[in-house]
């Protein structure tokens, strides 16, 4: 007997559409992300596996007035464990030659989860790296927040061609308590790190500290014309 049909049928099937362009409903319908050339969804359930996949291949989605292109999504349970894939190109309205290359690949089972988000550019300046992370939950109530250890790994990132370290870190999410224990973000001289706790507790806080920081480090990342930071944090 199926335990999710009470008639005892399982639902397996598989699905082939081709998605529009979706900007005659975006101007009805706000969307936050609208497909602008079509797109292939497919996949299948099978319930009688307790398997699933859905494919998305987009050639152009656009998010406000830039785009990602050569989107692929991808969800699927191939084992014992929730596998999502992502990639894609950001091209910034105001940079559209040159776009950031775009990557994450997630994986869940029961209360575990673990990302890898990988991003570079193609231009003569370097802007790239990685940020692994993995994340167990504890617990969860409705209205009071969730528990859980998320655990950053150590990796670099370059940013304008130089090489920036990103020290192992442990985040810890309770209901009414964020601890952070000693993030550090680093070239040489140059840091940011964040450290402490923020809770109901009067004398605990959170420590932000900048040495030597070049701020346009972060305008250079985001390419917004509303977003601009300039100047060294000390």
């Known amino acids: 007997e199926n335990p999710f049909d009470s008639k005892g049928k399982q639902n397996d099937f598989s699905f ?19 497909i602008v050339e079509d797109a292939k969804l497919k996949g299948f359930v099978k319930e009688s596996d307790q398997k699933v996949k859905v494919r998305l291949e987009a050639p152009q989605v656009r998010k406000g007035e830039s785009f990602l292109s050569d989107v692929i999504f991808l969800c699927e349970n191939p084992h014992d464990k929730l596998k999502v894939m992502c990639r894609s190109s950001y091209i910034p309205k105001n940079k559209r030659r040159t776009p950031y290359f775009l990557s994450l690949n997630s994986s869940a089972k029961e209360n575990a ?6 991003f570079s550019n193609s231009t003569e300046d370097t802007y790239s790296g990685k940020i692994e992370l993995d994340a167990l ?29 990103i020290q ?17 973000f680093s070239h040489g001289s140059q840091f940011l790190s964040i450290a402490g706790a923020n809770s109901t507790t009067s004398s605990d806080s959170i420590n932000v ?9 972060i305008s250079d990342m985001v390419a917004s014309e509303n977003i601009s930071f300039n100047g060294v944090a000390d």
């Open 209 to 217: 500290h900048f040495s030597d920081l070049y701020l346009g480090y």
């Open 113 to 118: 989860v673990d990302f890898n988000f990988n």
């Open 16 to 34: 082939d559409f081709v998605i529009g362009n979706m900007e005659p409903i975006h101007d009805v319908y706000p969307l936050p992300l609208v």
């Open 168 to 184: 192992e870190c442990l985040v810890q999410l309770d209901k009414k308590e964020i601890v952070i224990d000693s993030f550090l």
């Open 137 to 165: 939950f504890k617990d969860f109530v409705k209205g009071e927040g969730v528990t859980a250890d998320v655990h950053l790994h150590p990796s670099n990132i370059i940013l304008n061609d130089s090489i920036w370290n």
